[in-house]
């Protein structure tokens, strides 16, 4: 199975999953944190609106809900306001 | 680019319409932001009783002479009245006589103390997750508001064997964890979750009807009533607050007509 990195660790993906989708699939749901309250956050609406989902691709921030997951790429938290 | 109408959205209604448009010799254009045709209906047929009624909407063919832009979001409107949309990697401009907006209805999350918990999902999230992403779901799910499309996907999910935690609007709700969600906290008793899905209800997306400046935009009613071309948007489906699936799909097809017959009016 394919394979992205994620902080470090190898996260498998099927095509069609997004960033999001996948670490779901791993059972990691806090892979975004929080500007002010640096506490950690998560995809909520998988939809593009919460904002909850930020992290980084090659050091550009994305929403991992949006960007589909691909082959070798590295992803590391990102941040978010609160909302 | 140059047509005679331009749909935003490519669920239910958008297609219903654009069924209904191309078989008159109409410039058309569609738009949609995902990379496939088919909007929400996507996910959430899992809730439907009989889902593959509408499937034949989904699976019909597009005309050739019908200009369809996918992974396309509508962004803004120019001064001429034209309509902006992008790919993130592209701008293009769409002009049309006149804009059918059937963007559907966005979730209402329900937001209780600690919905910011990593594992904490709204019910379309879950929908995404399970239906498009094929993701597999973990044994113990918490399940939090009043949408009653919450109880059709739990009673679903408590069929197939998930540990589901109910509550009720009388309970009092939080969610507790450290790095994620661990306890959902009933009236202060701990339950053990490994995800919460939450949900209130659902409101129209209405942003192009405003960037239009026509919020209250001609929309399906079941008495219809006149209306002249100058209004240029048009709204039909579930962004009208329509309810049902048919209902969408018989509002998609009335304002196309109505379109028609406008269009024709004006000699375009
Ligand atoms: S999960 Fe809400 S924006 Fe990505």
């Known amino acids: ?83 | 680019m140059k047509y005679d109408v331009c749909i935003v959205g490519a669920g239910l209604s958008g297609l219903a319409a654009l069924h209904t448009l191309s078989n008159e010799s109409l410039r058309v254009a569609i738009v949609d932001d995902r990379s496939e045709i088919g909007g929400n209906f996507l996910k959430r047929k899992w809730l439907l009783d009989e889902p593959e009624r509408f499937n034949w909407l989904v699976e019909k063919e597009i005309s050739d002479s019908v200009d369809v832009y996918l992974n396309h979001e509508a962004i803004g409107v120019y001064a001429d009245e034209s309509l902006g949309i992008t790919d993130q990697l592209s701008l293009k401009q769409i002009q049309a006589e006149v804009y059918l907006q059937c963007t559907g209805l966005r979730e209402l999350p329900y937001l209780f103390d600690g919905w910011q918990l990593p594992g904490v999902i709204t019910l379309d999230a879950f929908l995404q997750l399970r239906l498009i992403e094929q993701v597999n779901f973990p044994h113990h799910i918490g399940i939090v508001g009043q949408n009653p499309l919450l109880e059709i996907a739990a009673d679903k999910l408590a069929s197939e064997g998930f540990n589901l935690i109910r509550t009720t609007t009388e309970q009092s709700v939080q969610t507790v964890g450290n790095k994620q969600v661990e306890y959902l906290m009933l009236d202060g008793e701990p339950y053990p979750v490994d995800i919460v899905i939450t949900s209130k209800g659902y409101i129209p997306v209405n942003e192009l009807a405003h960037l239009y400046k026509k919020p209250d935009a001609f929309d399906y009613r079941p008495q219809n009533h006149p209306m002249t071309l100058s209004e240029r948007i048009y709204r039909a489906g579930q962004s009208a607050a329509v309810t049902t699936p048919e209902l969408s799909i018989q509002s998609g097809q009335r304002v196309a007509k109505e379109i028609i017959s406008n269009l024709q009016k004006e000699g375009v």
Do not use: W
């Open chain 1, 1 to 83: 199975m394919a394979t992205f990195k994620f902080e470090e660790k190898d996260i498998p993906y099927q095509v069609g999953q997004s960033i999001a989708g996948a670490l779901f699939d791993s059972g990691i749901y806090g892979i975004s944190h929080s500007k002010q309250s640096k506490k950690l956050r998560g995809a909520f609406c998988m939809n593009g609106d919460c904002c909850g989902c930020y992290v980084k691709v090659s050091d550009v921030q994305v929403l991992a809900c949006r960007t589909p997951a691909t082959k070798s790429i590295t992803v590391k938290r990102g941040g978010t306001g609160e909302i």
